[in-house]
């Protein structure tokens, strides 16, 4: 709950990408604790410490798909990232049965390390990938936001100008500004 939160504030400020890899890598700091928690408050402790990063991923990772995704495949992104935490609880679930059975204390040490597969193939892919350039337009870096969406558009789309794109966001982002006059955070 805490990390859905702060998202919105530190994806304004940051972006969506350095806020995924700072979360992964949290995330990742944070899997030290619960799997080697000598007793149960560390342990309490370690997991309240994950649930962070945890709603900054399930937060950030749908609005960074819609932002950087073509409008076609917008639907569908977002809803593949929700179906990934789906699919993630069956695995874990799989994991917690077939280790039902151990008694010793790597019987409840797996299912936390398991978790460190992932921010392995996660972490290089959103670092090759480009930032919002909805962001990069929020933040007046309007020829890093040409050059996100020269990287996210297909070299063959003739249909396509990423500058008609880049017009269309930065229009839209001043009727967001104009809208947004007098509110915070607070």
């Excluded at 995330?27 to 080697?36: D, M, R, S």
Aim: aromatic content about 12%.
């Amino acid at each position: 709950m805490f990390g859905c939160l702060m998202c919105g504030y530190f994806v304004s400020k940051y972006g969506s990408r350095r806020v995924q890899l700072a979360a992964l890598a949290a995330l990742t700091a944070f899997i030290f604790v619960v799997f080697f928690a000598p007793n149960l408050p560390t342990l309490v402790v370690g997991e309240i410490l994950c649930g962070i990063p945890w709603g900054i991923l399930a937060t950030t990772a749908p609005a960074y798909a819609s932002e950087v995704l073509p409008p076609v495949l917008r639907t569908y992104m977002t809803s593949y990232t929700n179906m990934c935490f789906i699919i993630g609880q069956l695995i874990s679930a799989g994991v917690l049965k077939a280790l039902s059975t151990r008694t010793d204390a790597l019987g409840y040490k797996i299912p936390f390390a398991l978790q460190w597969v992932w921010p392995v193939f996660l972490i290089p892919l959103i670092w090759m990938s480009p930032e919002s350039p909805w962001y990069l337009v929020r933040m007046g870096k309007l020829h890093e936001a040409e050059e996100s969406l020269r990287r996210l558009q297909s070299p063959k789309a003739t249909n396509v100008d990423p500058q008609k794109t880049l017009s269309t966001i930065i229009y839209t982002n001043n009727l967001e500004q104009q809208l947004q006059v007098g509110t915070s955070y607070w």
